[in-house]
């Protein structure tokens, strides 16, 4: 007997939390293995895209083109957790980057004690999966992480050049708030 869960794709796996542990601990101190992460997370999120189709038609909701700015917040989110993520918030933080929060992401692992934002996979994952929607490049970056003690995982999204210029202002010292609302005024 054949199943899948309703609004999987035939070439979609689902994989237990535990997977991302293990993938994390080589990676801590691997600047290449964390890269290949994000970049394993950004091709499964651009292939998730077909999934979100798949399953916003299947809720009765508009395809992801269409969905109205006042609700994709709420529909995105919808969609992670129901795909086995967590539970997520949406909000803008500016007018040129977006906040993920979540209190349980599924890579994430209080238990780590990872020295930093730790969920690679999901970095990459929310840059390629939310690229498809915008269909146009996005950057992704993690801020705080439950893998790191913080209470939450906060993911900014935002355009290419603007993510740059918060990792850039946040390495100078910058809050990534300030850094967020300088650079949609930049």
Same mark, same amino acid.
């Not at 692992?109 to 690679?120: I, Q, R």
């Given at each position: 007997m054949t199943s899948t869960l309703p609004f999987l794709s035939p070439r979609t796996v689902a994989m237990p939390a535990e997977f991302f542990g293990v993938l994390r601990a080589p990676a801590a101190h691997d600047a290449a293995a964390v890269q290949a992460m994000r970049d394993a997370g950004y091709a499964a999120g651009v292939g998730l895209f077909d999934t979100f189709e798949q399953w916003l038609e299947a809720n009765g909701e508009l395809p992801a083109g269409l969905? =109205?700015?006042?609700?994709?917040?709420?529909?995105?989110?919808?969609?992670?957790?129901?795909?086995?993520? /967590?539970? $997520?918030?949406?909000?803008?933080?500016?007018?040129?980057?977006?906040?993920?929060?979540?209190? $349980?992401?599924?890579?994430?692992? =209080?238990?780590?004690?990872?020295? /930093? =934002?730790?969920?690679? $996979?999901?970095? /990459?994952?929310?840059?390629?999966?939310?690229?498809? $929607?915008?269909?146009? =490049?996005l950057s992704v970056l993690e801020v705080a992480c439950r893998s790191s003690g913080d209470v939450h995982c906060r993911f900014l999204v935002g355009s290419v050049d603007v993510m740059q210029y918060v990792y850039e202002a946040m390495e100078r010292g910058v809050g990534y708030e300030q850094a967020s609302a300088s650079a949609a005024t930049g």
């Open positions: 969905q =109205p700015d006042d609700r994709f917040g709420d529909v995105l989110a919808g969609f992670l957790e129901a795909a086995g993520w /967590g539970r $997520v918030r949406v909000h803008a933080i500016s007018e040129a980057v977006m906040a993920i929060d979540t209190d $349980v992401w599924a890579e994430a692992d =209080p238990s780590a004690g990872a020295a /930093g =934002p730790a969920c690679h $996979v999901g970095t /990459g994952l929310l840059a390629g999966f939310l690229g498809r $929607v915008a269909d146009a =490049p």
